[in-house]
């Protein structure tokens, strides 16, 4: 294995995380900005208003990302064990 081999492996395992893990942080960044923006215009500072939006928004980008998520979680995974030979050497 060499040092190229490596960065190119590890960098391939951060893109496949960063792409999984972005449709639900942009999802509560988003819904998380629009409470807040409404908390600050009508000055209602309740704390549970804040999380339970962002829990339920998340909730269903999970579950309309599903699908996606799992495909690419799976293409990663038959590459890897496809080229499992070339990484031993």
């Given at each position: 294995m060499?040092?190229?081999?490596?960065?190119?492996?590890?960098?391939?395992?951060?893109?496949?995380?960063?792409l999984?893990?972005?449709?639900?942080?942009v999802?509560?960044?988003?819904?998380?900005?629009?409470?807040s923006i409404i908390q600050t215009a009508t000055q209602l500072n309740e704390m549970t208003m804040t999380f339970v939006p962002k829990i339920v928004a998340v909730g269903i980008a999970?579950?309309?990302?599903?699908p996606w998520m799992m495909q690419l979680m799976t293409d990663y995974t038959q590459n890897l064990f496809i080229n499992l030979n070339s990484y031993i050497r």
């Open positions: 060499t040092y190229d081999f490596l960065t190119g492996f590890f960098g391939q395992a951060i893109k496949l995380t960063l999984l893990s972005a449709p639900m942080l999802t509560g960044l988003v819904v998380g900005l629009i409470v999970i579950l309309f990302f599903f």
